[in-house]
C-alpha cells in the first residue's frame, strides 16, 4: 500500500514539475514579445505629453491684462441696468399695444 501511495506522489511531482516548466517557458515567451510591442510602440508613437514650445511661452510671458477702473466699472453697470430697464419698458408697452388693438369686452 505504501509503495502505491509514494508512486502517486512521485507521479504528481513529476506532473507539477512539468507544469511549471510549461508555464515558465510561458512566461519567458509572453516577456519577449512584450518587450518587442514595447519596443515598437516607443518608436512609432510619440508620448502623449504635448512638446513645450518656446514661442507659446514667450506670448504667454509678455501678455498682460489691465484691471478696469472702479469708475469704469460702475458706468457699465449702469448702462446695463438702463438696456434692461429699456427692454422691460419696450416689454410692456409692446403688450399694451396689442391688448388695445381689440375692442372686446370680457366679462367674468
Known sequence: MS???????????AELESTVEGLTDELIEAKERIRVLEAELDAETPTRVPERRSDEAKTDDTATTTEAAPD????????????????ADEDLSGDEAEDSGTDDIIIA
Open 3 to 13: 509503495n502505491n501511495r509514494v508512486e502517486q506522489l512521485e507521479s504528481t511531482v
Open 72 to 87: 469704469e466699472v460702475a458706468e457699465a453697470a449702469d448702462a446695463a441696468n438702463v438696456d434692461a430697464e429699456t427692454d
